[in-house]
């Protein structure tokens, strides 16, 4: 999951990477972006990917900056927003990081911190904070841990295939393979004590649910069981 990986990604990203923004069945995450909007004119969305919360963001924000490690989807995101006056799109260099310290009352980092090696997440979640302005509201949109958990316990009850990796002692870290990919996800108390180590306080810890078919189970849609989801964190900057 480094660079390459992302500008691999890139071109066929519609059909590979999961939208966050656009699955949300219940809007808590453009809910909880428009909350942040009242409180600042300028956001920073780190790790913006080809930008799918570009044009959402654009609406809200007076002033929209947006930055990812990858070139190829710097160039997407460029691309897509090129008609949105109020929207920057810089690749990820420690110059720019270094120009861009402090300078955000709301930062978003959607799906970002999910690198299995725990030393790579920890400088990114540092790098992320050392954006926001103390006291600013960032929003963090993370893989769960107990969905994960919780649709493998669905799977074996239905005697359907398990996900390959999601019950091998990695999975006990919250390492857990998403289309074979490992990938981090966050127990709620962890993502509370990992923000707090990073220079964040939880606020508020949200379900973003998504729809069954999100886990290959489109066929649990209608039925009454709780939906997967990811988590929503909205954090202070302290
Ligand atoms: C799963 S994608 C999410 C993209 C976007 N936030 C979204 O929700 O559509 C993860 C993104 O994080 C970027 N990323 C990972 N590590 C990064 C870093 N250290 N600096 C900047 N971008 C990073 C990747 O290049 C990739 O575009």
Same mark, same amino acid.
């Given at each position: 999951?480094?660079?390459?990986?992302?500008?691999?990604?890139?071109?066929?990203?519609?059909?590979?990477?999961?939208?966050?923004?656009?699955?949300?069945? =219940? &809007?808590?995450?453009?809910?909880? /972006?428009?909350?942040?909007?009242?409180?600042?004119?300028?956001? *920073?969305?780190?790790?913006?990917?080809?930008?799918?919360?570009?044009?959402?963001?654009?609406?809200?924000?007076?002033?929209?900056?947006?930055?990812?490690?990858?070139?190829?989807?710097?160039?997407?995101?460029?691309?897509? #927003? +090129?008609? *949105?006056?109020?929207?920057?799109?810089?690749?990820?260099?420690?110059?720019? *990081? +270094?120009?861009?310290?402090?300078?955000?009352?709301?930062?978003?980092?959607?799906?970002?911190? /999910?690198?299995?090696?725990? &030393?790579? =997440?920890?400088?990114?979640?540092?790098?992320?904070?050392?954006?926001?302005?103390? &006291?600013?509201?960032?929003?963090?949109?993370?893989?769960?841990?107990?969905?994960?958990?919780?649709?493998?316990?669905?799977?074996?009850?239905?005697?359907?295939?398990?996900?390959?990796?999601?019950?091998?002692?990695?999975?006990?870290?919250? /390492?857990?393979? /998403?289309?074979?990919?490992?990938?981090?996800?966050?127990?709620?108390?962890?993502?509370?004590?990992? *923000?707090?180590?990073?220079?964040? =306080?939880? #606020?508020?810890? #949200?379900?973003?649910?998504?729809?069954?078919?999100?886990?290959?189970?489109?066929?649990?849609?209608?039925?009454?069981?709780?939906?997967?989801?990811?988590?929503?964190?909205?954090?202070?900057?302290?």
């Amino acid at each position: 999951m480094n660079r390459e990986y992302w500008d691999q990604q890139a071109d066929d990203w519609e059909g590979q990477i999961f939208d966050s923004l656009s699955e949300d069945l =219940r &809007g808590v995450i453009r809910r909880a /972006i428009q909350r942040a909007a009242r409180r600042s004119d300028r956001v *920073l969305d780190f790790g913006c990917g080809v930008g799918g919360y570009l044009s959402f963001l654009s609406r809200e924000f007076r002033e929209v900056h947006a930055i990812d490690w990858s070139a190829r989807c710097v160039a997407r995101a460029r691309e897509r #927003t +090129r008609r *949105l006056g109020n929207v920057t799109v810089e690749r990820n260099t420690p110059r720019v *990081l +270094r120009r861009l310290e402090g300078a955000f009352g709301c930062v978003v980092a959607a799906n970002v911190v /999910i690198h299995p090696n725990a &030393g790579v =997440r920890r400088r990114l979640w540092l790098a992320i904070r050392r954006t926001a302005r103390r &006291g600013a509201t960032s929003l963090f949109v993370v893989p769960s841990l107990e969905s994960a958990q919780y649709c493998e316990r669905v799977r074996r009850r239905l005697g359907l295939a398990r996900v390959a990796g999601a019950n091998d002692v990695r999975a006990a870290a919250g /390492i857990v393979p /998403i289309e074979g990919v490992p990938t981090k996800h966050y127990a709620a108390d962890e993502l509370r004590s990992v *923000l707090a180590a990073a220079g964040f =306080r939880l #606020t508020v810890l #949200t379900p973003v649910r998504y729809a069954w078919s999100s886990e290959g189970l489109a066929q649990l849609a209608g039925t009454r069981r709780r939906l997967p989801w990811d988590w929503l964190a909205e954090a202070r900057a302290v």
